[in-house]
Each structure stands twice: as C-alpha cells, then as structure tokens.
C-alpha cells in the first residue's frame, strides 16, 4: 500500500491516532451540512431578485419551491435505506455530488420551469442528509452521548442557514445571481472531496484508537440487519413508536420551511426591507436555531438531573419545550416593528430545531442501527410533506391575506404534535437514568 494515500500512516509507518475522533467526524459531518443547507437556501435570498429577472410570480415561485420539498419528501426513505444498504460513506457522497452540480446547473436557469426542475433534483439528493445524520449518530456514539452529539448535528442544519445570507450577498454583489449559485455549487463539490478524503466507519477507520471505538461500541447493540426497500417500509410503518415521532414532525417543518424559503419575502414584502437589509437580517433566525441545536442535548441532561426523568422522557421534555417557544411565531401577527418580529422568528428558529434535534435524537434511541437512516428519511417525508403543502398554501394566499394568518397557525401546530409525542413515546414509569 501507498503509504502518502493513508493518512492514517506517518512517514516512519506507524499508525497516527487522534483522541475523541468522533467529534472530528462530526465535525465533518457538520459542515457537509451546512454547505447542504447554503445551497438550498440560495434561492429564498435571490427570491426577490429572481422574480424579477425571470418574470416569476408568487405562486410559479410557491411552485419552484414545491418542487423541492416534493423530491426532498419522497427521496428521504429512498435515501435513508440507500445509506443502511451501502453504507454512510459512498451514499452520502454520491447524493452529494448530485446536489452540488445541480446548484451549479442553477446559473443556467432561464425560467420558473427550469429552476423547479433542477430544484426537484436537488431536493431529491439533498434528501440524504436528514437520514445521514441519524447514521452518524449511530455509527459513532454510544447511547449516552447521542442526545448530545444529535443537538450538535442539528447546528449543521441551522448554520448552513444561518451563513447563506452575507455569503450569498457577497457572491451576488461580486458576481450576479448566477454567479452566486456557481459559488455555492463550488462550495458543495469542495466538501465532497473532504468526505471521500477523510471519512471512514468506525472499524475501518486508521486514525481511531482501539480505546476510543471500545467506547463507542460500549452497549453491544447486535449487528445491523439490511432489508429490502418495501419490507423496510413495511416494518417501520407498523411501529406505533414511528408515529410519535412522524406526527411532530409533520407539525413542525411548516416554520422551517417558512424560515428557509418564506422569510426573505415576507421581510422584502410585509416590512419593505431590500436585499441588503435581508442579509443583515435574515440570518439571526438561525444563529438561534444554532443555539437551540447545541441547547437542546444539555437540556436533557438538566430534565434528567433535576426531575430523574429517563432518558427517553427527558427527550420528550426537551421537545415540547421547544413547542412551547414555537407560540412567539403567533406573535409576529400583531407586530409591525421589523427588529420585534426578527426577534420573534429567532425564539422560533430556536424552538424549532430543540424539536428537531430531539426527534432525531428519539429515531436513535429507539430504532435498531439498521434502521436508523432508513426511519429518520421515513420522518423526514412525513415533515416535508407538510412543508410541501404549507409552501403552496403560502404561494396562493400570501398576496391576498398576508403572512400573519400563517404566522399565527405555525406558533400553534408544534402543541398539537407534543400531545402525539407525549403519547407514543413518554415513558410511564419515570426512572434515573
């Protein structure tokens, strides 16, 4: 073997090891998403710019945003158990090759229909990273540590969001709106290099200590079984346990949905702020988002400590705290002050991902290693499916009765899925964990 291919291998021969590798992968992983979440939020800050450009209008761009959440929806469980099948490593590579030349297709968009078509192949590729990230969290932490490493997953999620504001300004203000998309296709074919470089499983890994993968394989959870497509389908759909958690899925991925495609929009049209002010802006919502991720596994260790709650039920708890926080969105109908209802969107972005986090963190906690990916993408389709509806309700009735209606029913829909939470997957007899 080529020693200069392996860098796990040092000049001398020796194997070359790093402590706590597991936070370095995900790590990676974390950035692998967070350059997911910069291209597919290109399009909701060139919005106003593209709808003029391209002649397009509220409902053609509720349409082109459609498209996405449509293939984002029933790609999930296709790409989940693609990932189970063939493993995290070439699954998550080939779905992300996939999306970073469709975001570079994007500069050659000519109209509405040219745009949903490559937004429905990047939705269908960008599929992979909701399942991917359950896979990680199995593959490379122990039962205790998941809540934790799931809320620091989860900022991958909100940060790509969070940076694609100011990086799509500047690559706008530099280069035009195709050149913007060029940027960030750029960027994603970067990061897929990094992942075929440096990303291995735990076994096979060359820079993971012997001590290190001991502790990650510290519960004996028995090998992972790979089923077929349809019988995996099947099995899942049968688990009551998979309800409690697609239900509250189903009912919070309408805000971030809003907050990914939707708020742009709603600043540039409901409170007359122009692209640059967006960017100043639209980004505060999730730098919350980012702090409710990496909030959210501590909090389960607070619920623990303090109430003796399980694991499980802290889990729980954690959620509908975050239900809770969701009620601030119902408050941006009755203000007219732009910096209160940015704040007012950011406790929601907030909220969210402590939701969001959490069930992903409840797919773990209660689903074998060889479905994890596979019923992550199943919750995943059901959380986008009413995105998918929510963004089209949003293109027919946002120019003739507002945001605010829409605002007021996402503050409440996350209370409506904790009951179904508490109900399915609340653990009766609360026990220290």
Known sequence: MNRSLNPGIT???????????????L????????????????????????????GITTEQYSWIVGAFQLAYTFF????????????????????????????????GAASWVHLAILRFVMGGAEAAATPANAKVIGEWFPKKERPIAAGWAGVGFSIGAMLAPPIIYFAHASFGWQGAFLFTGCLALGWVVLWWLFYRDPEQHPNLQASELAFIRQDNEPPAVKLP??????????????YGIAIP???AEPAWGVLSFWVPLYLAKELGMDLKQIAMFAWLPFLAADLGSAASGYLTRLYTKIFGFTQVNSVVASSVTGAFLMLSLAMVAVTKDPYVAIALIS????????ISCMLSALVVEKFDKG?????????????????????????VTADTIGFNPLFVAMGFFDLIGAVFLIAFIAERRAQRA
């Open 11 to 25: 000049a001398a021969g020796t194997k070359r090891t790093w402590r706590n590798l597991r936070w370095w992968v």
């Open 27 to 54: 790590v990676l992983f974390l950035a692998g998403v967070t350059v997911n979440y910069i291209t597919r939020n290109s399009l909701g800050i060139l919005a106003p710019e593209l709808k003029t450009s391209l």
């Open 76 to 107: 999930q469980p296709l790409c989940g158990w693609l990932i189970d099948v063939i493993g995290l490593k070439l699954g998550f590579l080939i779905c992300a090759s996939i999306w970073a030349l469709a975001c570079l297709f994007h500069a």
């Open 229 to 242: 497509f349809f019988t995996a389908l099947k099995t899942v759909s049968k688990n009551k346990r998979f």
């Open 249 to 251: 899925a189903f009912m």
């Open 347 to 354: 406790i929601g972005g907030f909220g969210h991902q402590i």
């Open 371 to 395: 479905q994890m990916a596979t019923v992550n993408g199943m919750r995943g389709s059901f959380a986008w499916i009413s995105s998918f509806l929510f963004s089209l309700l949003i293109g």
